[in-house]
């Protein structure tokens, strides 16, 4: 038997020898595996204490268990001692958010009302029938064709008219809620709440629908300069106050011009990045005047044309406008990526041609722009959006949006792990696009064995609700009994490493994490010994 | 780009060099070509005109997908022309099933109501409201305790009273459905509905619950001898019918005797394999003077002990009683295993010291009884459960039953693949007990791609409704695009060579095998060439 257990060691050693975490156990220090062992434990107790159970207060889930579908577990997520401890660690990079997504409805609703010059409409009238289907159209209007219409709920109201935001807010008839009924009908327009994730919207395709139209709206107030200079910092702020201290997000430069202070769509790319550097520097020198230093090394922007409708010659142009801007703002644009859903849209097999031109172009310019490509958000095998990683990674991809499907090709695997190709995971958007049923049935945990480079991502927060990466991490720490804070700090310290920072950027922030980690260790020892152990 | 395209065929083909049929299209016949096509032309035509669609007719689907729900898509499935095609098809081997769970429950039901000894009671009267909750209890009486009572339903029933099948149905109260309210009763006993499987016991473990009461139920009736023969007859001619020419099947002996024809316990393990062999014989006979002797080349038994409750000593019973069998009936044991959920009951590695004295006492004894066991039934990651896949490998396990978390194992896929250790896959069941939401989150093809043996299985098709393998074939054929007719022939053709067959018993299944592939890829071709066509 003494042999049996030996051998069974060894084979488990071997099997995952390819982790991350393979060598952490000897390397870590006293106070991390004490740690370790807390969180083990609150893990543990939690199953059994808040997840093992019928959860008849809890609509549309009959019982509740770990890493169940994230809109139903929101809420008893946020109860957890788990959580408490995951939502103050600190993250590392957020290497995969699409910008327009990435602010709290509410809070994106809140700024929109400082601002008069944001209008809305409708397509119909809005009534107690209408209200669950018509979605809200916003859109800052040129002050001379402001309105001073009252409401979009009054029998006055014709289809199409604009009404400013505050009015229809503030008249928004009180049989369908009032006040808090606006603020609702609009969140719901700007998120996906679980009966249509779960139920109403059951498969990938109609579940992206409704995710498109959240975008579609959300676009009409992010579009406005001034609500986009607030948008962004507000994104910055609330990252870093969960523990993000760097952030590469995906910025979608398919219309021309946002949308100026005067109303008129007039600004172009090159305004967008003059504003985002100056929000960096305000939020610096803010946390600067807090001592806060240590906790924002800065953001990058990975350049996203859109997919929908794309030519290569329409994509040629925004390769072009890719390099300009890359010359100008060096330190801003950081990489190129298509986006959209991967299933119903073209591949990138389509846009080879430009594709290599575009690298051409850069080695003749001396530029470095990587392409960091969607691929393989699908639960297709062999399909087009499945084969995109093929072209990814020929195309030398530097890391890899999603690679949902990547688990299916070993050979391709076996080229992440040697090239340090990171996949860019995001575990909630998946499940709530219904890639996977729940957090159990992912397939991070398969990619980890193998040896690929994985980063945790939250994707779109503001539709899904996983603000911040607490969310995220929780959600993989929970479902496996492998994985445990060493492994997290793996993942979490990597994202700096795959992150496009040059060297010495990266060694700094390397250095700032390091010294966060050793801060928060020992408050989760501080904080849980002995509560834990009691 | 020419340049890049050959680049790219060559890395596909790399990334699927392991996989079953990563040789097939070369070796094919110029028939089987064209008849892969076919399917090809119909699964891609139906999934538009079958799958992608709104379904308001479908109780709790608002959309249907390919590879969706299995209880909820079956209806669906019957109607198109994939599982026309995939019913003719031949299955070769059906290696895991549990014998208790093998027989439509409806079936089951008829050849019960021909058998006078069976009672059946309930532990409260039923009503409008007990029917969804109260089981019925079945069993055979010794005549000396037949009873005359009328009615389960009747207010003079006392809870515990023994009442005579045929009674209980024909005197079913009206009220209640009558004869055909009681069936429904019955059947909804013995299988799993789909607002059980995918509402209201929405987890592994609370599904697992409904699951085991099908067992219990069903139990009543299969243990009684008279039944049982039936039974086993049933299961083989349904198999046949199906396309399976050859089973191995998990037989409990976890009770010592069954309840023989004078309804007292008292036949032993040693006659059930006795009728075992009769009905095999017989089936044999009767299709031999059908001229279809070559579609059933025999069946064998994988002697089965249950986890729930089992001690080491215990298990010594069991292992010395499987000695004992394997010595009188060496043609009908094929292999040990141990049944139950994984999740909740003893990991593998509790039962080590025993199973090393029974490996070593067939060594003195000269026998061969290979474990076939169950391991990584589960979602778990490090979980026990998921650890049963170590234990089953260093064991040396000729299969494994399931093998669902393998796809998480590295090394142990890298031992599968080297040492030929099939898996028993069983996607429909897996989806049933919610390992898997649907068909395309299923890791069959992340097994597949890493050249991992498979073969594909029913398990409890009593319970799940997934009779034969046409459905699990279909299941599985239409969520890929890589997966072709010749990768189901490879599949089905697999698992005759992973069977427990003799090399002359093997040789001569194979050649059977070869011979009536090539009449049903004539065959499908000739149907559907000129209609697929159009």
Redesign the interface.
């Known amino acids: 038997?003494e042999e049996?257990v030996r051998?069974?060691e060894r084979?488990?050693v071997?099997?995952r020898?390819?982790r991350v975490d393979a060598n952490a156990f000897g390397a870590a220090s006293h106070t991390e595996n004490q740690a370790d062992e807390i969180l083990r434990r609150i893990r543990t107790e939690e199953h059994e204490t808040v997840w093992?159970r019928a959860a008849p207060e809890i609509p549309g889930?009959?019982?509740v268990?770990p890493g169940m579908e994230f809109l139903t577990a929101r809420e008893t997520i946020l109860k957890t001692k788990l959580f408490q401890a995951v939502s103050k660690m600190p993250k590392g990079a957020l290497l995969h958010s699409h910008l327009d997504a990435t602010v709290n409805a509410r809070v994106l609703l809140n700024i929109a009302l400082k601002h008069p010059a944001i209008h809305v409409r409708t397509s119909i009238r809005l009534t107690g029938e209408t209200i669950y289907t018509v979605l809200p159209e916003f859109r800052p209007l040129p002050q001379d064709e402001w309105t001073s219409l009252g409401s979009l709920t009054d029998s006055v109201y014709e289809p199409g008219q604009w009404v400013p935001l505050l009015n229809a807010r503030s008249a928004f008839e009180s049989d369908l809620g009032g006040t808090a009924g606006f603020d609702e009908w609009a969140v719901r327009a700007l998120t996906i709440n679980p009966t249509e994730a779960y139920?109403?919207?059951?498969?990938?395709?109609?579940i992206w629908e409704k995710f498109l139209s959240t975008f579609a709206v959300a676009r009409g107030l992010v579009r406005y300069m001034p609500i986009f200079v607030e948008y962004v910092r507000e994104f910055f702020l609330s990252s870093i106050e969960d523990g993000i201290s760097y952030i590469e997000t995906r910025i979608p430069f398919w219309y021309k011009y946002m949308i100026g202070a005067d109303g008129q769509e007039n600004v172009p790319h090159r305004e967008w990045l003059l504003i985002y550097d100056e929000v960096i520097a305000g939020v610096k020198r803010d946390l600067a005047a807090q001592g806060r230093s240590d906790e924002f090394v800065g953001s990058k922007i990975i350049y996203s044309a859109v997919k929908k409708d794309l030519t290569c010659e329409g994509l040629e142009w925004y390769l072009e406008d890719c390099i300009a801007l890359k010359q100008e703002f060096p330190h801003l644009i950081c990489g190129f990526d298509l986006v959209g859903p991967e299933d119903p849209l073209p591949p990138l097999?389509n846009f080879?041609?430009p594709f290599?031109r575009f690298v051409a172009r850069q080695k003749e310019l001396g530029l470095d722009i990587p392409f960091i490509l969607h691929a393989g958000e699908t639960?297709?095998?062999?399909?087009a959006a499945?084969?995109n990683l093929?072209?990814a990674?020929?195309l030398g991809t530097k890391r890899i949006g999603h690679g949902f499907s990547l688990?299916?090709?070993?050979?391709?695997m076996e080229l992440c792990r040697e090239r340090n190709i990171a996949v860019e995971m995001c575990p909630i958007s998946n499940e709530i696009l219904?890639?996977?049923?729940?957090m159990?049935?992912h397939?991070l945990?398969?990619l980890m064995?193998?040896g690929v480079p994985i980063t945790l991502n939250s994707d779109d927060p503001a539709a899904f609700g996983n603000m911040g990466l607490s969310f995220d991490f929780f959600q993989v720490l929970i479902?496996?009994?492998?994985?445990g804070l060493l492994t997290v700090k793996a993942l979490a310290r990597d994202s700096l490493k795959y992150a496009c920072l040059a060297p010495e950027e990266q060694s700094a922030a390397l250095a700032l994490f390091d010294r966060r980690w050793s801060t928060f260790v020992q408050w989760l020892v501080d904080t849980f010994s002995g509560e834990a152990r009691s």
Request: hydrophobic letters at 35%; charged letters at 20%; proline letters at 7%.
């Open positions: 038997m049996y051998e069974r084979l488990i071997k099997d020898s390819l093992d889930a009959a019982h268990f139920h109403t919207h059951n498969t990938t395709a109609k097999i080879i041609v290599q639960l297709g095998d062999g399909t499945d084969m093929y072209d990674i020929l688990a299916k090709h070993p050979k391709l219904r890639l996977t049923g729940s159990p049935m397939p945990p398969i064995n193998q479902v496996s009994e492998v994985t």
